[in-house]
């Protein structure tokens, strides 16, 4: 017996996404409705899991998207397991439709292999957006005419593209379908 197929991602509803890069003392986040950053900031991780209910409920949001640590064969310190700790609090506070994302799945969702540094996963975000600000980086902008990255910067980088690559792959959105 064969089970149909689930149904095709809705690309004129563009889900309301939570993009999080959790760190052992303070995580970055975004919220993304594709073609439009909403919201983002970076703050400890104490005061950003209190916020996560308000947030959800201030952005209508539809799923968390938060980054998953990967182990390479690595020894690995404390701060990575404070890292993961954290992760699994803001799901368990979000208590909501989620998805835990490897950065490597992220580097492979924007098209880029797995070898791809930081700069390089930062500009194919980047090419998400339209260039309206000011400046020679008008996806970035200037103070006096912002673009729509204005202020994006370090982990909130990483949090923009957690989301964007999420946004981009229906594939990973149809195995989620019928949770949202």
């Not at 982990?155 to 981009?168: M, R, S």
Request: proline share 6%; hydrophobic share 40%; net charge positive.
């Amino acid at each position: 017996m064969t089970l149909p197929l689930p149904p095709k991602v809705n690309r004129n509803k563009r889900r309301i996404i939570l993009g999080v890069d959790p760190g052992n003392v303070e995580s970055a986040w975004v919220v993304f409705q594709h073609p439009k950053l909403v919201a983002k900031g970076l703050e400890l991780n104490s005061d950003f899991l209190r916020r996560i209910p308000k947030m959800r409920a201030m952005y209508n949001i539809d799923i968390m998207v938060i980054e998953r640590i990967a182990n390479y064969g690595d020894i690995v310190g404390a701060t990575i397991f404070d890292t993961e700790h954290w992760a699994g609090r803001f799901v368990e506070r979000w208590d909501f439709t989620h998805y835990r994302i490897y950065r490597r799945d992220v580097k492979k969702y924007l098209g880029l292999g797995p070898n791809t540094k930081d700069a390089q996963v930062n500009k194919a975000t980047a090419d998400h957006f339209e260039p309206y600000g000011g400046g020679k980086n008008p996806v970035k902008g200037i103070q006096k005419q912002p673009g729509p990255l204005f202020g994006v910067k370090d982990d909130i980088w990483a949090a923009l593209a957690i989301a964007v690559g999420y946004d981009d792959n229906e594939e990973v959105q149809q195995r989620f379908i019928g949770h949202l």
